[in-house]
């Protein structure tokens, strides 16, 4: 089956630092890849997505590629901001079963002023 | 457009009550999620439904669980007798296949079982 492991957490970083949380998958076809972040008290949201190999989501500062040779999916950001402050979700979806997706375990990042 | 919508936001209820959550989905999408998320457990799809059809179940804890989706723009989790260790909260998800896949979650059900 498919599955997708996160770094794990949780991250403190001091604001302006450099983020990277690292996100590898399994699955047996050629999924669409997701990272969304989940703000205190609200529902998950999408951050950025990509939908085959290659392909870079950005959004906000946040970018990440779709490595298929590595089978990775990792979230980076040049100099994060206290507002940033929150729970990152790596997740896939397989193209012919439309929604179902498979998420990580959460990623918590605290930045601090 | 209106996001997910989920009522009630908050639940306090006591151990052995019926608890009754619901969803209207994004209009147009035609699969419908529902989570569970604790600090313990993560974030656990429970059932999803494609047009209004239940298509996987498995992840529905036990019998006390169910949910329905009488139409397009509705869905309900009941608990039935609820205990405290189904305290969590609840998220509804919509989606269509034209959005490669994309999750749209409600603000969640926070539900408190004393």
């Known amino acids: 089956g498919n599955s997708v492991t996160q770094m794990e957490g949780p991250v403190t970083l001091s604001e302006e630092a450099f983020l990277t949380i690292n996100c590898t998958y399994t699955?047996?076809?050629?999924?669409?890849l997701f990272w969304y972040v989940q703000y205190p008290g609200e529902g998950l949201q999408l951050l950025l997505k990509?939908?085959?190999?290659?392909d870079k989501g950005s959004n906000k500062g946040f970018e990440a590629t779709y490595r298929k040779e590595t089978t990775s999916f990792h979230l980076e950001k040049g100099s994060v901001q206290v507002s940033d402050s929150a729970v990152y979700f790596c997740?896939?979806?397989?193209?012919?079963?439309?929604?179902?997706?498979?998420f990580g375990d959460g990623t918590t990042l605290t930045v601090k002023p | 457009d209106a996001g997910v919508i989920q009522s009630p936001r908050h639940e306090v209820t006591e151990m052995g009550q019926e608890v009754t959550l619901r969803c209207k989905p994004i209009?147009?999408?035609?699969?419908l999620f529902w989570y569970r998320q604790t600090m313990m457990r993560g974030l656990e799809l429970l059932i999803y439904f494609n047009n209004n059809v239940p298509i996987d179940d498995s992840g529905m804890p036990e019998d006390r669980f169910s949910a329905k989706m009488p139409n397009a723009s509705f869905s309900t989790l009941k608990i039935q007798p609820s205990e405290p260790r189904d305290s969590a909260v609840y998220f509804c998800a919509s989606s269509s296949p034209m959005n490669t896949g994309e999750l749209f979650f409600g603000e969640g059900s926070r539900l408190t079982v004393l």
């Open positions: 209009s147009g999408h035609d699969y």
């Open positions: 997740a896939l979806s397989e193209k012919n079963n439309a929604g179902k997706s498979t």
């Open positions: 699955a047996t076809g050629y999924p669409s």
């Open positions: 990509a939908t085959k190999a290659d």
